[in-house]
């Protein structure tokens, strides 16, 4: 790493098993904030007085945004290779703001000023504050100081899914991210005796040997769900458990005995999104079940093996939304479509505290590592933030406004088979807007999107002013008097769009403007090609925009004709603007949903 810049003004800040001679090239600022904390309450002992991490969860956050090179890294033997963030020679600071004692918004407001104050050019910040309207919400406080300055604030959207209207950070002027899955899975082989190999999911952390072990199938326990009936089973045996609708239980009660192995039935894909196999088992499919119940019906004679520790790369289809990712609308404002994109989410591996157990054999044995893998759309922001670094060092001109379009219009709606993207979280249906945003984000081609939807601080402003916010309450997110509600507009120039209606309204149209740059080389001709949301008609003036160089603005009206149907589900489509050759394609996602109450 080179020199700290002399722009830097952050400090590290010695504390608690802290010292700030432990910053570095890399790790050049470290504050804690904790003050909301001591004041709500008086007296209160503070258990780690310092940035130090106690959870795991900041550590894994920032090595998954910036985080060096580290060759032979895994999982307990999952997911081998060398790890690394997504801007690795990014320079990382600290701001610790949730304590094991709580968390109160003016430490967190707190947290983030100081490190806008310091010069930080992105902050990505893994939580949320649910159910609070956008001036009592800290982050969308002090994101706004941030977007004034060009700092880019990454958000997550919760793991409330998969109902609507349950994300938060659904902030105008940030960046909101939803979690998908990865394209590996973790793998346990199984060998029947007769020679047949069945592939199954598995995260047992250690290199059991299962090796031509009985294979046991009994109805009186194969439910697996009674440990008493389960005492009826030879230990020394593979336990074959049927398909149940329980397959955490059965985990469970199979991690607390002392079978030799197990091989669970089971369709529910929760778990290859969660991770967690605390017995040395394996998950497979009820289509392959057949060929292991009929050899195991043979009796005394059937034996199997299984492998652990396999990773498999190229599982498709790959990326879907993440069950759990939170659902737009925002409630905190409903006009703007949130989430913005998608990023991995799902089973994420990052470094992590040692001072913690990360995985267990059994009930009883308790493994620590230095590396974790873990779910949520906290591990889906640090990678969307780690894209908005690298952007802004490549185009430090941009606004955070510019950044957050170039992401949105570049993201990839399909998965790897060039599918629409599926939802996890209903029922592996084409995932809509409202669940993953404009699709799953494209690093290299955001780098050069073509066109960019930009915003001013004033037209956020514009927008706050239309939603019956009183002067203070306006006052309270801006903290400046320097704005006019003097041209209220709630048709802000995003990079998407979404037409609520609600029950009541048989038809409804509602007519979008927005303004595009030119961020190309030169002149450029882009044409427009609409997919219109089911039951919508859509229609584009003008159809064409010509530019004659670059940074050369042009403007266009979309229409949104909405007819009520009988089902009233979300329904979505796609604006998309083609480049004559063919170069550049930048895309807006549509979305019309039922009107959703906000906070």
Same mark, same amino acid.
């Given at each position: 790493?080179?020199?700290?810049?002399?722009?830097?003004?952050?400090?590290?800040?010695?504390?608690?098993?802290?010292?700030?001679?432990?910053?570095?090239?890399?790790?050049?600022?470290?504050?804690?904030?904790?003050?909301?904390?001591?004041?709500?309450?008086?007296?209160?002992?503070?258990?780690?007085?310092?940035?130090?991490?106690?959870?795991?969860?900041?550590?894994?956050?920032?090595?998954?945004?910036?985080?060096?090179?580290?060759?032979?890294?895994?999982?307990?033997?999952?997911?081998?290779?060398?790890?690394?963030?997504?801007?690795?020679?990014?320079?990382?600071?600290?701001?610790?703001?949730?304590?094991?004692?709580?968390?109160?918004?003016?430490?967190?407001?707190?947290?983030?000023?100081?490190?806008?104050?310091?010069?930080?050019?992105?902050?990505?910040?893994?939580?949320?504050?649910?159910?609070?309207?956008?001036?009592?919400?800290?982050?969308?406080?002090?994101?706004?100081?941030?977007?004034?300055?060009?700092?880019?604030?990454?958000?997550?959207?919760?793991?409330?899914?998969?109902?609507?209207?349950?994300?938060?950070?659904?902030?105008?002027?940030?960046?909101?991210?939803?979690?998908?899955?990865?394209?590996?899975?973790?793998?346990?082989?199984?060998?029947?005796?007769?020679?047949?190999?069945?592939?199954?999911?598995?995260?047992?952390?250690?290199?059991?040997?299962?090796?031509?072990?009985?294979?046991?199938?009994?109805?009186?326990?194969?439910?697996?769900?009674?440990?008493?009936?389960?005492?009826?089973?030879?230990?020394?045996?593979?336990?074959?458990?049927?398909?149940?609708?329980?397959?955490?239980?059965?985990?469970?009660?199979?991690?607390?005995?002392?079978?030799?192995?197990?091989?669970?039935?089971?369709?529910?894909?929760?778990?290859?999104?969660?991770?967690?196999?605390?017995?040395?088992?394996? #998950?497979?499919?009820?289509?392959? /079940? &057949? =060929? *292991?119940?009929? %050899?195991?019906?043979? +009796?005394?004679?059937?034996?199997?093996?299984?492998?652990?520790?396999?990773? #498999?790369?190229?599982?498709?289809? /790959? &990326? =879907? *939304?993440?069950? %759990?990712?939170?659902? +737009?609308?925002?409630?905190?404002?409903?006009?703007?479509?949130?989430?913005? #994109?998608?990023?991995?989410?799902?089973?994420?591996?990052?470094?992590?505290?040692?001072?913690?157990?990360?995985?267990?054999?059994?009930?009883?044995?308790?493994?620590?590592?230095?590396?974790?893998?873990?779910?949520?759309?906290?591990?889906?922001?640090?990678?969307?933030?780690?894209?908005?670094?690298?952007?802004?060092?490549?185009?430090?001109?941009?606004?955070?406004?510019?950044?957050?379009?170039?992401?949105?219009?570049?993201?990839?709606?399909?998965?790897?088979?060039?599918?629409?993207?599926?939802?996890?979280?209903?029922?592996?249906?084409?995932?809509?807007?409202?669940?993953?945003?404009?699709?799953?984000?494209?690093?290299?081609?955001?780098?050069?999107?073509?066109?960019?939807?930009?915003?001013?601080?004033?037209?956020?402003?514009?927008?706050?002013?239309?939603?019956?916010?009183?002067?203070?309450?306006?006052?309270?997110?801006?903290?400046?008097?320097?704005?006019?509600?003097?041209?209220?507009?709630?048709?802000?120039?995003?990079?998407?769009?979404?037409?609520?209606?609600?029950?009541?309204?048989?038809?409804?149209?509602?007519?979008?403007?927005?303004?595009?740059?030119?961020?190309?080389?030169?002149?450029?001709?882009?044409?427009?090609?609409?997919?219109?949301?089911?039951?919508?008609?859509?229609?584009?003036?003008?159809?064409?925009?010509?530019?004659?160089?670059?940074?050369?603005?042009?403007?266009?009206?979309?229409?949104?004709?909405?007819?009520?149907?009988?089902?009233?589900?979300?329904?979505?489509?796609?604006?998309?603007?083609?480049?004559?050759?063919?170069?550049?394609?930048?895309?807006?996602?549509?979305?019309?949903?039922?009107?959703?109450?906000?906070?």
């Amino acid at each position: 790493m080179k020199a700290i810049p002399a722009r830097w003004k952050g400090i590290c800040e010695s504390g608690q098993e802290f010292d700030s001679s432990l910053c570095n090239l890399k790790l050049i600022g470290a504050r804690y904030f904790n003050k909301g904390i001591v004041a709500a309450n008086p007296g209160i002992n503070i258990s780690m007085n310092s940035a130090r991490d106690t959870q795991g969860h900041g550590t894994h956050t920032s090595s998954t945004v910036a985080g060096n090179y580290v060759s032979d890294v895994s999982f307990f033997g999952y997911a081998k290779g060398t790890a690394r963030g997504l801007a690795p020679r990014a320079r990382l600071a600290m701001y610790k703001v949730i304590f094991d004692e709580g968390r109160y918004a003016s430490d967190v407001l707190a947290g983030m000023d100081q490190a806008i104050a310091d010069g930080v050019n992105v902050i990505s910040i893994s939580m949320g504050f649910d159910g609070v309207p956008l001036y009592e919400d800290p982050i969308a406080v002090a994101s706004f100081a941030a977007m004034e300055k060009g700092v880019v604030v990454s958000s997550s959207a919760g793991n409330a899914g998969p109902p609507l209207g349950t994300l938060h950070n659904g902030i105008p002027w940030v960046l909101t991210v939803a979690a998908g899955t990865i394209d590996r899975s973790f793998a346990g082989t199984v060998t029947l005796g007769n020679g047949q190999t069945i592939v199954g999911w598995t995260m047992f952390p250690a290199s059991a040997f299962v090796e031509n072990v009985p294979l046991v199938y009994n109805k009186t326990y194969s439910a697996c769900n009674s440990s008493k009936l389960l005492s009826e089973a030879p230990l020394d045996a593979i336990i074959v458990c049927e398909e149940t609708g329980f397959l955490e239980d059965q985990l469970n009660l199979i991690g607390a005995s002392n079978f030799r192995g197990a091989i669970f039935v089971s369709k529910d894909t929760e778990l290859f999104e969660l991770g967690g196999v605390s017995c040395p088992g394996v #998950v497979i499919s009820p289509e392959d /079940a &057949p =060929a *292991v119940l009929n %050899y195991a019906k043979i +009796g005394n004679r059937s034996f199997a093996s299984i492998k652990f520790q396999q990773t #498999v790369l190229g599982t498709k289809p /790959a &990326p =879907a *939304v993440a069950f %759990y990712t939170s659902r +737009g609308p925002s409630p905190s404002y409903p006009g703007i479509l949130k989430p913005d #994109v998608m990023a991995p989410g799902s089973l994420v591996l990052a470094a992590w505290f040692p001072n913690d157990y990360t995985t267990q054999i059994g009930s009883n044995v308790l493994l620590s590592s230095d590396y974790n893998m873990i779910s949520g759309t906290s591990m889906a922001c640090p990678h969307a933030s780690g894209v908005a670094a690298l952007l802004k060092g490549a185009h430090p001109e941009w606004s955070a406004a510019a950044i957050r379009s170039a992401m949105m219009t570049t993201a990839n709606p399909l998965d790897n088979t060039l599918s629409p993207i599926r939802d996890n979280g209903l029922n592996f249906t084409s995932a809509s807007p409202l669940a993953m945003g404009a699709g799953q984000v494209d690093p290299n081609r955001a780098l050069d999107p073509g066109l960019i939807y930009d915003a001013t601080p004033q037209d956020y402003v514009d927008l706050l002013c239309t939603m019956n916010f009183t002067r203070n309450q306006i006052l309270t997110i801006t903290r400046s008097n320097s704005y006019s509600c003097s041209s209220p507009s709630a048709d802000l120039n995003y990079p998407s769009f979404i037409a609520l209606y609600n029950n009541k309204t048989a038809s409804y149209v509602q007519t979008f403007n927005r303004t595009v740059t030119n961020v190309g080389e030169g002149a450029a001709t882009y044409k427009a090609a609409v997919t219109a949301p089911k039951g919508s008609t859509v229609a584009v003036s003008p159809e064409k925009l010509v530019f004659e160089k670059k940074y050369e603005k042009q403007s266009y009206t979309l229409t949104i004709k909405y007819t009520k149907d009988d089902e009233e589900n979300v329904s979505f489509g796609a604006l998309v603007w083609i480049e004559e050759s063919g170069k550049f394609t930048v895309r807006s996602p549509i979305a019309v949903s039922p009107f959703l109450t906000s906070v």
